[in-house]
Nanobody, 129 residues
Framework: QVQLAESGGGSVLAGGSLRLSCVAT??????????MAWVRQETGKEREGVAG???????TYADFVKGRFTISRDYAKKTLYLQMDSLEPEDTGMYYC?????????????????????WGQGTLVTVSS
């Protein structure tokens, strides 16, 4: 069974950068059409999709992070990354790594969180002015 574990969160000032990592364990390779995603949740708000990357390395981003965040993966290390630059206080929240084994999240839009099947426990990102 696939399990995900995030790391890399922390506290930064507005305009700063962080790189989040998500390590996958288990038989992830069995899912050929999978999509990996980053999702965030601000305190008191609903979770929102941030970015996704499919098996062909095609990426999709929410409008509020385009040009600032970059999602990527390292197949050998079974690790997903989210490089976050030009961080704003509005980016504060818990960031989760998630997987869609059908690949629909990456093709349908970052708002479709219902397709995500496996989630990590999250890593906290705090951006202050």
């Amino acid at each position: 069974q696939v399990q995900l574990a995030e790391s890399g969160g922390g506290s930064v000032l507005a305009g700063g950068s962080l790189r989040l990592s998500c390590v996958a364990t288990g038989y992830f390779y069995r899912h050929s059409s999978y999509c990996m995603a980053w999702v965030r949740q601000e305190t008191g708000k609903e979770r929102e999709g941030v970015a996704g990357i499919d098996r062909d390395d095609r990426t999709t981003y929410a409008d509020f992070v385009k040009g600032r965040f970059t999602i990527s993966r390292d197949y050998a290390k079974k690790t997903l990354y989210l490089q976050m630059d030009s961080l704003e206080p509005e980016d504060t929240g818990m960031y989760y790594c998630a997987a869609d084994f059908g690949g629909t999240f990456c093709s349908s839009g970052t708002e479709n969180l219902r397709y995500l099947e496996v989630w990590g426990q999250g890593t906290l990102v705090t951006v202050s002015s």
